[in-house]
């Protein structure tokens, strides 16, 4: 059974929409974690969550909001969509934040912004 | 201009023989290196991590770390075509243990 859960697994959206990118764990961690992978950019990190608590965002934008409503979810709000946001959104996570704990990633949801 | 460069950027090998990938981080913060393995439409997974100087060994996986020059490399010996991948490395300071900065990574193809 997969332990991490991201859904949907494909979406297309059209510019300026609003999509929500699902992820749940199952694996006990108390950390969770967004990442976005582009064309020909390196997998970049944008958010980390501790126990439902926003811990860092390296996201420039307020277009991406990450939304908790328990312990082993992490939802990913994106409004205004805009074609280069077109990307692989991953949902992370591991045993805690602080320490150098392995990352778990999920199988990824595919974005594309038309 | 990037703070973790991986190099080569793609890279063949043919099945049986040794694969080396590097990679090094500029930020002179870092403390522990990751190389993930990326199979093609798939996440990412965690293959070896590395804080000590010198070499760690996993099967036919082996990492050096030089955390002078913040230079690890990467050697997988006999490569079996089930490794053709894109390899990513990642660093992360030690007080920020999370925060895992990723280079672009290296393609390897093993060649049957």
């Known amino acids: 059974d997969p332990k991490i859960i991201q859904k949907p697994k494909y979406l297309v959206a059209v510019t300026g929409s609003e999509k929500i990118l699902i992820c749940e764990q199952y694996l006990g961690h108390n950390a969770m974690y967004w990442y976005r992978q582009s064309a020909k950019k390196p997998l970049e990190f944008m958010f980390s969550?501790?126990?439902?608590?926003?811990?860092d965002n390296q996201t420039a934008s307020s277009r991406f909001q990450p939304q908790s409503s328990k312990k082993n979810h992490l939802d990913l709000q994106i409004t205004a969509l805009k074609p280069d946001d077109s990307a692989t959104y991953f949902c992370?996570?591991?045993?805690?934040?602080?320490?150098?704990?392995?990352?778990?990633f999920g199988p990824g949801t595919r974005l594309l912004v038309l | 201009q990037q703070k973790v460069q991986q190099s080569p950027e793609s890279l063949i090998v043919p099945e049986g023989g040794m694969a080396s990938l590097n990679c090094t981080s500029s930020d002179r913060n870092v403390d522990y290196f990751w190389w993930y393995r990326q199979h093609s439409g798939k996440s990412p997974k965690m293959l070896m991590?590395?804080?000590?100087?010198g070499e760690k060994e996993e099967g036919r996986f082996t990492v050096h770390l030089n955390k002078a020059s913040l230079h690890t490399s990467l050697h997988i010996r006999d490569s079996q075509p089930s490794d053709s991948a894109l390899y990513l490395c990642?660093?992360?300071?030690?007080?920020?243990?999370?925060?895992?900065?990723f280079g672009t990574g290296t393609s390897l193809l093993v060649d049957p």
């Open positions: 969550y501790s126990y439902q608590k926003l811990m």
């Open positions: 992370a996570s591991s045993r805690d934040w602080a320490s150098q704990d392995t990352q778990y």
């Open positions: 990642a660093a992360s300071p030690l007080n920020m243990g999370y925060k895992l900065t």
């Open positions: 991590s590395i804080f000590s100087n």
